[in-house]
């Protein structure tokens, strides 16, 4: 069964830090790999998408990474900022074989908390 | 552009009523999803579409109906709520390969 994990589970970090969050997942085929973002009261926001050939992709003060051997991505964020407060979701896509299914597979997200 | 668009933001119902989420997008994307988010679940799929008269179920189907009949609506049913349904859903479209998935703002549904 296709799975995705995310850890920490929940993450609390001083403004201007920088931080690291996993995911690791059995997605198979593999297709490409997507960090949301998703503010308290809304619905998730693209942040990056990465494709089996691509080991980095940046966003502003976000990088993802991908190692598709070993089957993990991380989101390094760079200098928070108290707007960075939310939750962070990892979604993988199966490619798609005609079946008639949606092909992704979300994680349940790491909760970030930045401290002024 | 507006994007996805979902109606209404919150809604109350009692056991047994029934009632439609709306949803809406004018970037003229093929693949448009329902999801219900849970706390500590993650989001979960409810129902697809991969284009206009075409749709089939997620990993949660019971209880909900959809259809599609324009590209651009994509309209979640509840036949009969229950307060398992109680739940913040989800509608979202891409276009198709590796696009970005676009979300709509949600719907908090309580059902008592």
């Known amino acids: 069964k296709n799975q995705v994990e995310q850890s920490p589970q929940s993450l609390i970090i001083l403004e201007g830090k920088n931080c690291t969050l996993q995911c690791n997942y059995t997605v198979s085929p593999f297709s490409n790999l997507r960090w949301y973002k998703q503010d308290t009261g809304r619905g998730p926001v693209s942040l990056t998408i990465?494709?089996?050939?691509?080991n980095t992709k940046s966003n502003g003060r976000y990088t993802a990474t991908l190692d598709a051997d070993t089957k993990q991505s991380s989101l390094h964020i760079t200098a928070s900022q108290l707007s960075d407060s939310a939750s962070y979701i990892c979604v993988v896509s199966a490619i798609d074989s005609g079946g008639g299914a949606d092909g992704l597979t979300f994680g349940k997200g790491t909760h970030l908390i930045i401290q002024p | 552009n507006a994007g996805v668009t979902q109606t209404p933001k919150f809604q109350v119902l009692k056991t047994g009523q029934s009632m439609t989420l709306q949803c809406a997008q004018d970037?003229?994307?093929?693949?448009m999803s329902w999801y219900r988010q849970d706390p500590g679940m993650g989001l979960r799929l409810i129902h697809y579409s991969v284009g206009a008269g075409i749709t089939d179920q997620g990993e949660v189907p019971n209880g909900y109906n959809v259809s599609r009949s324009t590209t651009e609506d994509f309209p979640l049913r509840l036949l009969s709520a229950a307060p398992s349904q109680t739940s913040v859903y989800f509608c979202?479209?891409?276009?198709?390969?590796?696009?970005?998935?676009?979300f709509g703002p949600g719907t908090r549904l309580t059902v008592l």
């Open positions: 979202a479209s891409r276009g198709q390969g590796a696009d970005t998935q676009y």
């Open positions: 990465m494709t089996f050939s691509e």
């Open positions: 970037m003229n994307h093929e693949y």
